[in-house]
């Protein structure tokens, strides 16, 4: 069996270690010690992908933002099913996963990132939600740390505050469909979604 090796790491953006590990042909990133991502289980990453693009018409030109990087399977999932014209904008606040992606994880995603369709930010993607213009997005997914629950970065609560499902309620076109990675349930947040 082989060792694990630590292929990178960085500083957070709130100071935490960010580290990425890779043991026979599994990646796994890590935040201060705790387990963020693995690439052994990402099946709900492409299911948030399937439910975004459900409402979208075979051959049409949908507008998708993916909030959250990671390891690159709601991305992967999205381009496989999403049609030539789609135009597809991820936003990740940690550069480092970026880099990550180009450099140690083609294996897993090839080169999703060199993809006409796709445009990368590097910054928050809840203040991107509040300088988009209104009705930019047919569809928008939402991979950030872990879910309205278990956070690891304080600050990106208020992506789930009142506030920012405000934001991202404005940022949808007509019809259009928000999807929400978690960790667990949370009944605040659910009280919350529903006043939007």
């Known amino acids: 069996m082989k060792a694990r090796q630590r292929l990178g790491h960085a500083t957070g953006p709130q100071g935490g270690c960010l580290e990425l590990f890779e043991h026979d042909g599994a990646y796994t990133i890590l935040w201060d010690g705790q387990i963020l991502m693995d690439s052994r289980t990402h099946t709900s990453e492409y299911q948030m992908g399937d439910l975004g693009l459900a409402r979208c018409e075979p051959g049409s030109t949908p507008r998708i933002l993916i909030g959250g990087l990671g390891l690159g399977y709601t991305?992967?999932?999205v381009l496989e099913k999403a049609s030539a014209q789609a135009v597809v904008e991820v936003v990740e606040c940690v550069d480092t996963l970026v880099d990550w992606n180009h450099r140690f994880l083609q294996d897993l995603n090839g080169h999703l990132l060199?993809?006409?369709?796709?445009?990368?930010?590097?910054?928050?993607?809840g203040q991107h939600l509040r300088q988009v213009d209104g009705g930019t997005y047919d569809v928008i997914l939402l991979d950030v740390d872990n879910g309205p629950v278990a956070m690891v970065d304080v600050q990106n609560a208020a992506l789930y505050s009142s506030r920012g499902l405000q934001a991202i309620s404005r940022s949808l076109a007509e019809g259009g469909r928000v999807i929400f990675w978690s960790a667990s349930q949370d009944a605040g947040f659910e009280q919350r979604l529903g006043k939007v």
């Open 75 to 77: 991305l992967k999932g």
């Open 114 to 125: 060199k993809d006409e369709r796709v445009s990368v930010t590097i910054g928050d993607v």
